[in-house]
């Protein structure tokens, strides 16, 4: 993977932190992306260049009003002021590399002095075994803090730690070989239909997990269950998660009203056109 | 009653298989590769433009076009000879390599007569800009994909959008290869070879421009080609043809199939 500089931009290396999406059910990750790049006015510093990553353009999705800036499959942003850079991602992956695309974003972030990568996910509501709607939405967490997932600071925000984690469980512990570079992708033991189980160590967060912590770099997931349909509000709860998580205060990002979100413009058109009311 | 805790999931805006890290990978296929009439190793071809033609409709006019030599051509190792003709034909699995027979500039025609998967755009890509083909300038024509675009499409109206890399759009207002085109609305997005062209451009700061188009055939969207064409990218060229027939040919037809070859 290339990561090319956009002309006349310059990489901030005092912004330590890596924001990503994983590819998850409604697209949450990806839509959480577009708001938190939207709202913190993040300056697009360049795109990469990897080979695994299916290919699409657009034109730019945040606006105020777009000018034709292209829009590319895989795009990293710096919002110096709050010392995170932003990466989002447009496209899926090509079926079969999402372990070496995650290695190669991991590769990225250890080369730039990545310090703490924050990945946002949904997982799939039908999979949810323990409900709790009492509190509202809850946000679940994986940490590379601790051996079995578990990260005090999370606790603290009354978060969940993903209990579906058990890095002995058998496709945690071969996501974590193939991490490591000890396995090959190819020697696949479970071709065959993957059991209950394995649900959750087959989802790309869990590739970019393993694949940062291989990096020794601090990584933490911030889950949320969805089902598929209007996700929009799934993708604030993750963005807010994260904001609390790094310290960031939404009402505090420069220039935005209101509760500081700044919805992208290419939102309007998230859910397709509106309908024909000429045929009434 | 199946228990919704634990009934398979209804089907996503995702497949499966983008969702799961232990998806088998496809079968490798053997790389693309480009054969050319007159190869001059080492001397990559350096048009001052680039077309590369994938719609129906720009593949029809280009077919028409009588000022361009057959230079060379992309072999897709999964794409059968079989069933092509001798002589370029419009019917063909092929993707040809011309030049423009033009005194003023040197420009490179490519044909994408054959569907490329979204797997191989960017080795198809890498192959045709920037290391046997420099262009200065590279032009794109491709048609709306109906399942990617947020905004209305009336099989009654035609319309063209266009994207452009950013050295494209730092030039000077007159110097739009495309100008009076609006750009592609927010929130679309355009997928598959044009993309990987387009953003292969991007990548090595090379002037680009992909067009989109609609419809994706028919008479009319074939005179916008045209029109384009002769007004911005080649003024004067000659494009007369027979508009009849454009209507009854189209590159994906559906009963396409090598059982016929």
New interface residues.
Partial sequence: MEFVVEKGKKPNHQCSTLLLPALSIGNVGQLAMDLMVSSTRAERIGFFDDPFLLPCVGNDAYGPQPQGQLALPLEAYDSSSNAVTLVQQRSPVVKGKMVEFAKNLADFAAATGKKHAVVLSSLDFGRCRNIDMSSGLQTYYLSSTTSDGTDDYCEQLGWKRLQEYNPTQRCWKYLSTLADGNALQDDNPFEDELEEEDYYPSLPFAALFSCFKAKGLKVTCLLCYCSEGDNIQDAFHLAEAACKLLGLSPSNFHGNEGNGWLIPYSWKTVYGPPPDMSIF | MED??T????P????Q??????????PPLPSPFLVFSNPKPNEPLRPSLLIVAISSPSLYVFHQLSSKTLIGSLILPEIPFSGNSIEPSLGDKSCNIYTHNDAHDSSIIISVQCSIA??R???V?KLLIGEQIIPGRVLILDSVQSQ?F???LSPDETFAF??????E?EGLDDSSLLKGIN??????????????L??RC??R?IKGT?CVLWPEFGGAAVSLVKSLLQRNVLPGLDLSMNADGVISWTKNHPFDSELYT
Avoid: C, H, W
């Avoid at chain 2, 996503?12 to 497949?15: E, L, P, Q, T, V």
């Avoid at chain 2, 298989?17 to 496809?26: G, M, Q, R, W």
């Avoid at chain 2, 266009?162 to 050295?167: H, I, R, W």
């Fill in positions: 919704v805790l009934e398979i999931p209804p996503s805006r995702f497949f298989e983008d969702l799961n890290n232990f998806a088998p990978p496809s979204a797997e755009s960017n080795i890509a990617s947020r905004g209305k266009k994207l452009e890399t950013s050295s759009r750009y592609f609305p927010s929130g679309s997005v355009v997928d598959g070879l044009a993309a990987a387009l953003g991007q990548m700061n992909l």
